[in-house]
């Protein structure tokens, strides 16, 4: 019944993108959002697969300046099923919310350098929406639609076209942005294309990538984190789980996830489940600092979620978003249905296109390193066995290891950064699953070092940051912290030297940026917390786990997964709304996960050190 009026609303809302110019995605003002500096903004959806009602959400922020020449940063978040509006919110995007009414500016926003398109991927993600009897299945079909997207928007947006184009995203992303890449590179060398796009880098942060060596992760890294002990009973149960997923494994290795071994990170999380005060606590698998209800695990977190959910369901923000009417179930960060329907059953994972890649666009992994669902030791592992560019791993030459350089950000150890043959790899040390969570300011210095940004021309105050103790090229413009005299000298000395000219766009927009900047900054509020990634329901298994979950994702989360109705853009039922979790996203029917997570979490979410979860040993740092 429900699906009918359904069907008919879908078609009485017809074509809406079919006739849209770039002003009708303006965002004229984004509710809660400080009236400066004035952020330019465009949000809403463009159609991809008219015939099933699919439409890609987008939001799109544009930079702040612009040094030598103009790129744009494409970033998804992972799930699958994941709203990459998580990497916008509460990641690299230029607002943070304080509370779930007010945004406040992030001092470490990717926006700076770039310009920044989120977008809701695959269909049914996010805002996106889509017939719910045509989610998205493989990873191939997912890049097909990008690519459609995306000369969708190009088409809209032609000023963009020509950017320096990069992806970036996290998690589950491991597997969409290679896939992406490779489509965007066949798509350059089909006779007749127009207009090339410049793909000139990825960037993956935690990424699921290469199933072999990241399942065997799960057990190094609990070992040497001290989740685990070596010949214990908790041990050898995980180790007979792991000799499962080996069979499986040499089987077949041309998957991309493995039921009996996602079944690892569950028999790690269920077994060293602890009880405090009579509540049972588990490690989050995305901050192993940290814990969470069992069997959550994590999928309360991050501490904002509470804030963005119930944000970006006001209507006042759907609307300023333009997000389709067509659109009615209201944003949710992961959406379980799409979650389940991307099995990517005849997908191959994405360690096997990586090479190929590398033979045309640097990649950049990064890792924060007390991540446990996609860890650094996963990461470091699929590199080592890698070959490509006629090497295998890190190598330099044959025998002589890239060095591991040490990488020191406004006078603290921020990590180190490693790199041959267009593969660059970056430990960020204190750091989630979310990296840029955690550290804005640092994950932005990457950004920029990465894609060579160089501000001589435009003046600043550099950040501090050395590799190795060697002073690097004057990549980002650190001085805007607070909003001290000193601060707003800084940025009055550094417009002075700049000159209209040095930021070169040649439309005025820029201009009407940068000198409202001018008037308001000093106005920077700094803050970091922590975050994650994927999610996985571990919860579905439920408090009865003496069996590992057997349906879960491993993404990583689908937070809200268990009501595997998940509302699409199908069911239009008004009350169906409101017993969606508007609060937390969490998971149905375990309510005092989420009192006890905001607990913890208030006292988890405001610096870096504050982790309390006590069991683990500190950092990994020297013994990687
Ligand atoms: C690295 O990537 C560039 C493109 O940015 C490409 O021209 C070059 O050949 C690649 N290097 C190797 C060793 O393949
Ligand atoms: C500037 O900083 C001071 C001290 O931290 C604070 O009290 C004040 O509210 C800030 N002003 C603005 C406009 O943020
Ligand atoms: C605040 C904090 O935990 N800092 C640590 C970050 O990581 C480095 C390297 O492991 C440690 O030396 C710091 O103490």
Known sequence: MALAALAALSWAIPAVNADKTAADYFVHALPGAPATPFIKMHAGHIEVTPEHNGNIFFWHYQNRHIAQKQRTVLWLNGGPGCSSEDGGLMEIGPYRL???????????????????????????????????????????????????????????????????????????AGQHIPYIAKHILERNKREGVAHKWKLNGLLIGNGWISPAEQYQAYIDFAYEKGILEKNTDPARKVEAQRRICEKDLAIDSNSVDYMNCEAILNEILAETMTTNKGKQECYNMYDVRLKDSYPSCGMNWPPDLKYVTPYLRRPDVVEALHVDPAKNTGWQECSGAVGSNFRAAKSIPSIKILPDLLTEVPILLFSGAEDLICNHLGTEALIGNMHWNGGKGLELTPGTWAPRREWMFEGEVAGFWQSARNLTYVLFYNSSHMVPFDVARRSRDMLDRFMGVDISSIGGKPTDSFLD????????????????????????????????????????????????????????????????????????????????????????????????????????????????????????????????????????????????????????????
């Open 98 to 172: 304080k509370d779930q009414n007010t945004l406040v500016l992030n001092d470490g926003s990717w926006h700076e350098f770039a310009n920044l398109l989120f977008v809701d991927n695959p269909v049914g993600t996010g805002f996106s929406y889509v017939d719910t009897d045509s989610y998205t299945h493989e990873l191939d079909e997912m890049a097909d639609q990008m690519i459609i997207f995306l000369e969708k928007f190009f088409a809209l947006f032609p000023e963009y076209e020509q950017d320096d184009l990069y992806i970036a995203g996290e998690s589950y």
């Open 469 to 624: 103790g060697e002073r690097l090229p004057d990549t980002t413009v650190g001085g805007q912290a607070g909003n001290s005299t000193a601060a707003q000298e800084a940025e009055q000395e550094k417009l002075d030297a700049a000159k209209w000219e040095a930021y070169q766009r040649s439309g005025e927009i820029i201009l009407v940026i940068v000198s409202v900047a001018a008037a308001a900054w000093g106005y920077w509020v700094w803050k970091e917390r922590r975050k994650r990634r994927g999610y996985f329901g571990l919860a579905q298994a439920a408090a009865s786990t003496a069996t590992p979950a057997t349906s879960q994702r491993r993404d990583f989360h689908s937070r809200g997964v268990s009501n595997s109705r998940d509302l699409e853009a199908a069911d239009f039922d008004e009350a169906k709304l409101d017993d969606l979790h508007v609060e937390s996203p969490t998971v149905e029917g375990h309510e005092e996960g989420v009192m006890a997570s905001e607990r913890r979490y208030s006292l988890g979410g405001d610096s870096d050190d504050d982790s309390g979860s006590g069991a683990k040993k500190e950092r990994n740092g020297g013994t990687l």
